[in-house]
């Protein structure tokens, strides 16, 4: 098993054993709440978490049996069951598909999460079992903090979690991203994260990228990291946004990140 990939399953389970010690103890009033998902009370984004995991855990079995990624009827099947359960049953039945979802992760060597490519359901290249990992944190911790928020406003991504999607959320700009937020604008912002320390820099133009800390910066961005990765994911309104967040600089004000990040 690579480090990161074991650093990665340990996070998960973390997460999930959070969750799903907080979904135990929810009434019925507890999981018709609004959550941080705009549209979805607790128990639909519980739904989404056990029916993403169900989805998941039928691509690596279809990888390594070789009858390949569920088709979409499958899916459309999948997710018409679980958004028809009641919301205590949404919330008992995310604990059993996540479970076996991590213990599936768990079986494979090193090996095997490096070698084996698993064929997903929306267009892109087979991934290997880690990459898996890394997306199904990305999903898992960033509407965890969806349910949690609902209860708490300064809810916050947890610091594991957080360092490791920092270092892959680059990787979401392509679907997260949307530069005409910046209404025909350029930008490039320093960008200094704490909880880990990083220091990079957020290009806006045509497109949205990450890169070197820019010599001359329109602006300075300094935030936590678990702030930053919930920026790139739409997760940033001001009651949730900390006040040790700061943007120097005349060029670009976090209204216009926001709008550069609108969410999903």
């Known amino acids: 098993m690579t480090d990161r990939a074991e650093q990665t399953i340990r996070e998960l389970r973390a997460e999930f054993d959070e969750l799903a010690s907080m979904a135990k103890g929810f009434g019925p009033d507890d999981l018709i709440r609004p959550s941080g998902a705009s549209e979805w009370d607790v128990s639909q984004v519980l739904s989404h978490l056990g029916s993403g995991a169900e989805i998941m855990l039928a691509a690596i079995d279809g990888a390594a049996n070789g009858t390949g990624s569920p088709g979409m009827d499958a899916i459309r099947g999948v997710w018409a069951r679980w958004d028809a359960m009641p919301p205590a049953e949404r919330a008992r039945a995310f604990g059993t598909a996540n479970e076996a979802l991590l213990r599936r992760f768990a079986e494979f060597d090193a090996r095997a999460r490096e070698e084996l490519r698993i064929e997903l359901w929306f267009p892109t290249e087979p991934v290997s079992l880690a990459s898996l990992t ?15 928020v609902a209860f708490d406003p300064a809810a916050t991504l947890a610091p594991g979690a957080a360092e490791l999607l920092l270092d892959q959320v680059g990787g979401m700009l392509g679907f997260a991203a949307k530069p005409e937020g910046l209404g025909g604008r350029r930008a490039s912002v320093a960008v200094r994260t704490t909880s880990p320390d990083r220091s990079f820099g957020l290009e806006v133009g045509e497109a949205v990228r990450i890169g070197d800390v820019p010599a001359e910066p329109d602006a300075v961005l300094t935030a936590p990291a678990e702030w930053f990765v919930r920026l790139v994911y739409g997760r940033h309104s001001p009651d949730h946004t900390p006040s040790t967040v ?5 060029g670009v004000t976090v209204d216009d990140l926001r709008r550069v990040f609108p969410g999903f």
């Not at 890394?134 to 949690?148: I, Q």
């Not at 700061?246 to 005349?250: A, E, F, I, Q």
């Open 134 to 148: 890394g997306m199904r944190l990305s999903e898992f911790a960033n509407h965890a903090w969806d349910v949690k």
């Open 246 to 250: 700061s943007l120097t600089g005349d």
